[in-house]
């Protein structure tokens, strides 16, 4: 039986090879990927996932082009036999206007978590309702992000004295109305070389395969968003002959009106005490930007890079003659050509909880080269402003 799916493969699957020989075993669990569907699963050999291995042993012709669309890559991850498909129950595609379509729970404003009692009443918006994992789990190296991947990432637009609109900074979507990113995104130095800000772009999800993934397209959607109030934090500094931004490097844009989310516009989850977890040195880590790639100044597809975080005792000492840092940062990084850099600020460091993203760190400082080994970067560490977010939030 086995020797006719196999038959049957060759057909499915004639555009790649196909390989009978066993891989290299898994380093750790199946990377994530979407299937026809839009739906999560895992990228494992079709001889492992029950569901579609079932349509060909069966023969049920009528699945094929649902079997041969569910094809993903393996990548270091590879075990077992060629090819590899996205795995699920579904074994064909769905009703266009079926629910089970929608992959992602939009976020509900219901299910919150409230910092203080007595504080003023603000939605944190908790998982699934945050955070989206979706296909996979600089930027300076690194690689390109999916095309729903991080899907709380905005872009800060400003409008220089040409009249020219340019995205310097990044930032991170947390609700309908707010966008967490540094303190030096919107003020200082960056109004006089770049301009002011004026637009928050939402959705850019392009990358360089035309929005293409497992061998289909989509087109994902954006918005642009006017800039109704800026919050900075009080306490934060600049020093304009180190060129650091000192401690503090944090703010809250709201923006005019409210978001729709959609597969491609999501919020992030914030590290509110019940998705707090011990950060401990090695720990890897997740930051993402349209930034320097070490090619070039920007990047056109949002891309990501794995970080350890690293050692404060040590990252104080590699900084004590540029700056003092506090228990309010974080380091990331140290890695030889993998960093965030130039164009990165503002963006998130987020660590992986369960089956959602947290958002630990925001991008602010590092030395002038990026991607240095043994040099991390310098996040200032979102769960220490928790109260603040919530203080300066309005309810709606």
């Known amino acids: 039986m086995w020797r006719q799916v196999t038959r049957i493969l060759v057909l499915l699957f004639s555009d790649i090879l196909i390989a009978a020989h066993n891989g290299p075993a898994y380093e750790s669990a199946p990377p994530n990927c979407l299937n026809p569907n839009h739906k999560v699963g895992q990228c494992i050999s079709i001889y492992e996932c029950r569901s579609l291995a079932f349509v060909l042993r069966k023969q049920l012709t009528a699945q094929y082009s649902f079997v041969r669309m569910s094809q993903c890559d393996g990548g270091a991850y590879a075990r077992g036999k060629f090819p590899f498909v996205c795995c699920t129950s579904d074994t064909k595609f769905l009703d266009p206007n079926d629910d089970q379509k929608q992959r992602i729970i939009f976020p509900d404003t219901k299910i919150t978590e409230v910092p203080d009692v007595g504080r003023q009443t603000v939605a944190f918006i908790t998982p699934p309702h945050c955070g989206a994992l979706t296909i996979s789990n600089k930027i300076f190296g690194g690689e390109e992000a999916e095309i729903t991947e991080f899907t709380w990432m905005v872009k800060l637009e400003y409008k220089n004295e040409s009249g020219l609109i340019l995205s310097e900074c990044a930032g991170s979507l947390i609700n309908e109305r707010y966008v967490l990113t540094a303190a030096h995104c919107v003020v200082g130095p960056i109004e006089q070389k770049i301009g002011k800000l004026v637009t928050i772009f939402i959705g850019d999800q392009a990358n360089s395969s035309s929005y293409n993934y497992n061998h289909y397209e989509y ?99 590699i900084f004590e003659t540029q700056t003092s840092l506090s228990d309010e940062q974080l380091c990331a990084g140290g890695v030889f050509y993998e960093d965030a850099c130039t164009g990165d600020s503002g963006g998130p460091l987020m660590r992986l909880h369960s089956a959602s993203w947290v958002l630990e760190g925001v991008v602010s400082f590092g030395r002038q080269s990026c991607g240095q080994e043994n040099i991390p970067g310098i996040y200032t560490r979102v769960r220490s402003y928790i109260d603040w977010i919530a203080d300066h939030m309005e309810p709606w």
């Open 219 to 317: 087109s994902p959607s954006s918005q642009r968003f006017g800039v109704e109030s800026v919050i900075v934090h009080k306490h934060y500094g600049y020093d304009p002959f180190t060129n650091v931004h000192e401690h503090n490097d944090i703010a809250l844009i709201r923006l005019n009106m409210s978001v729709d989310f959609n597969n491609y516009i999501q919020p992030v989850c914030l590290p509110v005490p019940t998705l707090q977890k011990e950060l401990t040195e090695g720990q890897p880590l997740t930051v993402a930007g349209w930034g320097h790639t070490g090619l070039s100044r920007h990047s056109r597809v949002k891309k990501k890079v794995h970080l350890p975080l690293f050692s404060m005792e040590k990252c104080r000492h």
